[in-house]
């Protein structure tokens, strides 16, 4: 016998479709482009203006030269040296760490320092031998206060 073979045809009409290439982007290259643009340069002055309002609070430096040289175990000898800002000095104040030193007689700091004169500034017990970090403030005419000497001195 035979092989019986079946065959379908169905006849499917063809449909026309007509495809439309509609572009829908929103936004131009060129005007995306313009707003970036735009959108920077308002960040930038912000910014700007927000960092320029910031530094209205800084102050100017005080420049003034100051020698510090060990004098004994209780004491250090300083001397300002000069400085643009010398003469607007009214007050020098010496700190071994955080212990205050006293001048002389005052019982306090260098009251209206003078320049090439030095200054003994001492501690009522002695001062640990060793390198010591000693700090010099200054108290200016203008009521700041500012430190014009840090450094490493080694006590014997």
Do not use: H
């Not at 300002?80 to 019982?107: F, H, K």
């Amino acid at each position: 016998m035979g092989n019986i073979y079946w065959i379908s045809v169905e006849i499917v009409p063809r449909i026309k479709m007509k495809v439309s290439m509609k572009k829908n982007d929103g936004v131009s290259p060129v005007i995306g482009t313009i707003l970036l643009v735009a959108i920077t340069v308002v960040l930038v002055a912000i910014i700007s203006a927000v960092v320029m309002g910031m530094t209205n609070d800084i102050g100017s430096s005080k420049v003034v030269g100051v020698q510090v040289t060990p004098n004994n175990a209780t004491s250090v000898l300083v001397t300002i040296t000069g400085g643009a800002n010398a003469g607007d000095l009214n007050n020098l104040s010496v700190y071994i760490g955080s212990t205050p030193l006293t001048c002389g007689a005052t019982g306090a700091g260098a009251l209206n320092p003078v320049v090439g004169k030095p200054y003994i500034f001492s501690n009522t017990t002695a001062i640990t031998p060793g390198t010591q970090t000693v700090s010099v403030v200054g108290a200016f005419s203008d009521g700041t206060n500012q430190t014009i000497y840090t450094g490493s001195l080694n006590i014997v």
